[in-house]
């Protein structure tokens, strides 16, 4: 083709071509390298670097893209991200919108495990203090694992022989993406108002699962399922991998079983041991109650020989009664002859003392009478001189009253108060004045 013949574009148009060809022909791409620079703006979006020795890809995760491994996002780790190529127009750049990252190697996955395992334990979630105590004697069992493997298995004969007991089992897939998430809804179920009410909530949990690599047994480091395991209110044993295999759930879980058979052994008592112990009991309890008997019937046996007959003995109460009746008897006789002679005693003594009244009395009356005869003579001595002398003042108070001179035609004035008015100059102005002569009274009022 000549030049003169290619195609002309704008930037623009060659900018959204570029753009439409990448998001076509690279709709999701995996790719491998080591993380660089990492930024964290306050738009909440993540900004990084994916390096190899001679490469570096822009890479963004948008604010609302859920990843499960959020903490593989810092600058040093191998990881392998999953998403959908695109490029920016306004700079000729491109980059990987990123929808998953996952670890490259147990390189990444050790160091992401340290550094969460150091946050939990510093918010001690793996504390003593915070851990359950086990029931000595559960009477049922959940058990959170697969269905499909030897593990569930394995557990209901590990029950079966050593201490039978109901068994819920809540299914979940043990590796994966979803594993984490269905132990932490099996947790969610047994913990239910509704399943304590249909009585499936059982005494314990054990969660379960057989060995794997580090890899699958990854999903048992989750932080969500280690805080679900931790807010626990049923006491819950992990059994997960083998002995040498160490999750953070087996931190906080209250109990860690090294084998799913373990946590059996664990959770559930021996039978032929208790079977054991209660023929233990049985046996000794049956020698103390024996030997108890055997000292009780002697003690019994000694009380017995010191016992005398009872025939014996209702004699011997009988001529005690009698004896105190007639003790009882001369008491009372004594008792009552001494008050009877009290009585008389007393009886001379107070005929002594009326004699003796009556003769105050009379004496008393003579006395009286005499007091009476005197007392009614001076009153009556006393009452006609006063009525002398009260009749001799009644005739002096006659001669000397005013009234006797009113009857020789003179008169009395008297002003508003009462006052005699003697002369014409002891009236001021207009005055109200009362007359008065031998035949009655009249009112008057003076001019100015």
Not at 154 to 183: S, W
Not at 206 to 229: H, M
Not at 268 to 274: K, M
Not at 390 to 401: A, G, K, Y
Request: charged fraction near 30%.
């Amino acid at each position: 083709m000549k030049r003169e013949n290619i195609p002309e574009f704008t930037v623009t148009t060659l900018s959204q071509s570029i753009k439409r060809t990448l998001e076509t022909q690279f709709e999701y791409v995996r790719v491998k390298g080591e993380l660089g620079r990492v930024s964290r703006p306050a738009s909440g979006h993540i900004y990084f670097d994916l390096k190899d020795e001679r490469s570096i890809l822009a890479s963004v995760v948008w604010r609302g893209t859920k990843i499960t491994e959020r903490d593989l996002i810092e600058e040093g780790n191998e990881v392998v991200l999953v998403g959908r190529l695109s490029s920016f127009p306004g700079h000729s750049r491109y980059q990987i919108i990123v929808e998953d990252i996952q670890a490259s190697g147990v390189g990444a996955l050790l160091a992401m495990l340290n550094k969460r395992r150091e946050k939990l334990a510093g918010e001690g979630l793996f504390s003593k203090e915070k851990k359950l105590n086990l029931p000595n004697y559960p009477l049922s069992v959940g058990v959170i694992t697969s269905i499909s493997g030897a593990v569930l298995k394995d557990i209901l004969n590990r029950v079966e022989a050593r201490f039978h007991v109901k068994v819920i089992v809540f299914p979940v897939t043990v590796q994966g993406d979803n594993c984490a998430t269905e132990v932490i809804e099996g947790i969610d179920f047994f913990h239910q108002e509704k399943v304590e009410i249909r009585g499936l909530r059982p005494d314990l949990l054990i969660i379960a699962r057989g060995g794997g690599s580090f890899e699958d047994l990854w999903p048992f480091n989750d932080e969500k399922l280690v805080r679900a395991v931790s807010e626990a209110k049923i006491p819950i044993i992990s059994a997960i991998g083998h002995e040498t295999d160490t999750t953070l759930i087996d931190l906080v879980a209250d109990k860690r079983a090294p084998t799913p058979t373990a946590a059996v052994e664990i959770a559930l008592p021996s039978r032929t041991e208790i079977l054991g112990q209660l023929n233990y009991l049985s046996t000794s309890l049956k020698h103390i109650v024996d030997k108890r008997t055997f000292l009780k019937i002697s003690l019994l046996n000694q009380f017995a020989a010191k016992l005398k007959n009872p025939y014996q003995n209702l004699n011997d109460m009988k001529k005690s009664l009698t004896m105190n009746v007639m003790k009882l008897d001369n008491l009372i006789k004594d008792a009552f002859s001494l008050m009877t002679n009290r009585i008389k005693l007393l009886d001379k003594d107070l005929s002594s003392k009326l004699k003796q009244i009556f003769y105050f009395v009379n004496d008393t009356k003579t006395r009286v009478a005499l007091l009476d005869k005197a007392a009614i003579k001076h009153l009556s001595n006393g009452f006609s001189k006063k009525s002398e002398d009260l009749l001799s003042l009644s005739r002096l108070l006659e001669s000397v009253s005013y009234k006797k001179v009113l009857f020789r035609g003179y008169s009395v004035i008297r002003d508003e108060e009462k006052k005699i008015v003697s002369s014409k100059s002891q009236l001021k102005g207009e005055s109200a004045l009362t007359v008065e002569w031998s035949d009655g009274k009249i009112k008057v009022r003076t001019d100015k």
